[in-house]
């Protein structure tokens, strides 16, 4: 369960980075990114710290490579169409290894 200060917190992290990207859409403002992908983190994150804290589940598995997979297109390794074609094929991989795991 998370707390009610943490939900606060990734709350407001949200809000301040949706108001910059809206800025930076409506030429409001101009922030270069850091990198390109950034927003893939958003996706990364959340079942990277759900991994670290129940361990591998086959739902935080396959969001962990699905915002892997987004991040390295964004950063030019792997072409729209590869990744895409991916995502199944590695979901029946993980699920296997679950199965194949679980006792």
Known sequence: MISKNTKRAIGYILLFIGIIALGDQLNIWHLPLVFLGWWAFLIIVPFLADILKKGIKPANTVGLI??????????????????????????????????????
């Not at 987004?70 to 030019?76: A, G, H, I, R």
């Not at 074609?85 to 029946?92: E, K, M, N, Q, S």
Request: hydrophobic letters at 65%.
């Open 66 to 103: 699905c915002g892997l997979l987004f991040l390295s297109y964004e950063w030019k390794l792997l072409p729209l169409q590869n990744a895409a074609t991916l995502l199944l094929p590695l979901a029946v991989i993980v699920l296997a290894v679950v199965i194949l795991t679980n006792r």
